[in-house]
């Protein structure tokens, strides 16, 4: 698989994600792959995903959309610090969502 297909697909997943948790969405393909690149240089693929050091695009605040100015590059551990901080932290029947991806429960850490 070619880096431009997984990118493809890993930015269709998080859009895909943002929406089924009502959160908007402001991001290209490009401005997307771009913002990735900037924060984590050439190989950011293998940098992103869900490992606690692995990095994620976290939403300042946790409640606005994801924009390229309103989002930071965190690892896992520090997004979800800051999600636990600021209220966004999944809690209860919330926590227990489906992933449309796999159409397993997610899992929290």
Do not use: H
């Not at 880096?3 to 997943?13: D, F, G, H, L, S």
């Not at 950011?44 to 390229?68: A, F, I």
């Amino acid at each position: 698989m070619t880096n431009i297909t997984r990118a493809k697909e890993a930015y269709w997943a998080q859009k895909a994600n943002a929406k089924a948790r009502g959160k908007d969405w402001k991001f290209t393909l490009e401005e997307w792959i771009s913002w990735w690149e900037e924060k984590l240089g050439p190989n950011w693929l293998e940098k992103r995903g869900r490992g606690k050091s692995k990095y994620v695009m976290g939403r300042r605040g946790g409640t606005s959309p994801y924009s390229t100015e309103n989002v930071e590059c965190l690892t896992n551990l520090q997004n979800c610090e800051a999600r636990r901080l600021n209220g966004s932290a999944a809690k209860g029947e919330e926590a227990q969502k489906v992933s449309l991806l796999t159409n397993r429960p997610k899992k929290f850490i």
